[in-house]
């Protein structure tokens, strides 16, 4: 039995997570990394206890949860912390997504959307087809943010700027989804997509999956060991 492994990312404030809900509703099995990320550094898991011993007890909050805010201002200007977080949290959450690729492949899926933001950071997009970019200017993009999260403008950019430019992104997507108008607009293209991959599942990007989990695992540990 074959899936098709279908990679999403997009920037801050880009709408991927629209995307990831409108496929969602069309019947496509997608995969939350982040919400994976979550639930492998719950109090008590081992991707936990690796974040404590590399951090301390200084990033667990009251209940002896992992104070999420806190760590994203440790790493935000500090490189060499972002990649002890990365070092710390990458195994287990490879881990849970081998898991996941699993329980879809045993339950005869076809198709697969991995939306993960770091896709292209750790070259995870070498293993996934096609590799879908959600997309918009940096205006439309800094505007977005500004409106959901607050704060300055400033924070906003270097929020933007800490990320790998999307112009870089771009090239190394095989489908962007252009997000600067309205939320039917992009229904439209997601529509489009989901034609595109269920006409394609058996032909293009035919992936054996239990090799392909494996490989998930294994290549951006190595990137980032």
């Not at 992992?66 to 949290?89: P, Q």
Request: aromatic share 6%; net charge positive.
């Amino acid at each position: 039995r074959v899936m098709r492994l279908v990679g999403l990312s997009g920037g801050i404030a880009s709408g991927k997570s629209t995307v990831a809900r409108e496929l969602a509703a069309l019947d496509f099995d997608v995969i939350d990394c982040d919400e994976l990320a979550k639930k492998a550094t719950l109090k008590g898991s081992w991707g936990w206890r690796r974040v404590v011993a590399s951090f301390g007890d200084g990033v667990l909050a009251a209940d002896g949860e992992l104070d999420r805010e806190c760590l994203g201002h440790l790493v935000f200007n500090d490189a060499s912390a972002r990649r002890r977080l990365n070092s710390a949290t990458h195994l287990p959450v490879a881990l849970a997504l081998a898991r996941r690729l699993l329980t879809c492949w045993l339950s005869c899926k076809w198709i697969v959307v991995v939306d993960m933001p770091l896709l292209f950071e750790t070259k995870v997009y070498k293993l996934t087809r096609p590799n879908v970019l959600v997309a918009c200017s940096q205006g439309t993009q800094l505007s977005r943010l500004v409106h959901r999260d607050g704060g300055s403008t400033e924070r906003a950019v270097a929020r933007i700027n800490s990320q790998m430019p999307l112009d870089a992104k771009r090239r190394l997507a095989d489908v962007v989804i252009e997000n600067e108008g309205g939320l039917e607009q992009l229904r439209d293209q997601v529509r489009q997509l989901a034609a595109r991959l269920r006409r394609g599942a058996r032909a293009w990007g035919l992936l054996t999956s239990p090799l392909m989990a494996l490989a998930l695992v294994l290549l951006p540990f190595w990137r980032w060991r």
